[in-house]
């Protein structure tokens, strides 16, 4: 059974910073894609950013662009999310996914999601 847990959301202030982790099990995780999800209640799910099984390749929305960096460590099993800088509009839940491939998360179809982790961001 694939299981995607995410973890280290919070509180924080804006301009503060916090560490998302998605740990993966169930599957060979350097197989597979990642990205992040965002979602606040009452609006659409907005893309984070990617990166593929090697890490080799990564990408970010243009909105977090330079404020966060995404990081998988294969031995691991784990997908990071280091985000600085917050802005209020951060607050939301964030969810990590699984793909295939880059091309497939690129596409948006990830094979399996995580439960989510709640960022608050406070001005």
């Known amino acids: 059974q694939v299981r995607l847990v995410e973890s280290g959301g919070g509180l924080v202030q804006a301009g503060g910073s916090l560490r998302l982790s998605c740990v993966a099990s169930g599957l060979t995780f350097r197989s597979y894609a990642m990205a992040w999800f965002r979602q606040t209640p009452g609006k659409e799910r907005e893309f984070v950013s990617r990166?593929?099984?090697?890490?080799?390749?990564?990408g970010y929305s243009d909105s977090v662009k330079g404020r966060l960096t995404i990081s998988r460590d294969n031995a691991k099993n784990t997908l990071s999310l280091q985000m600085d800088v917050l802005k209020p509009e951060g607050r939301a839940d964030y969810y990590c996914?699984?793909?295939?491939?880059?091309?497939?998360?690129?596409?948006?179809?990830?094979?399996?999601w995580g439960q989510g982790t709640q960022v608050t961001v406070s001005s």
């Open positions: 990166i593929s099984g090697s890490g080799g390749i990564s």
């Open positions: 996914e699984a793909g295939r491939s880059y091309q497939h998360i690129v596409a948006g179809r990830a094979e399996y």
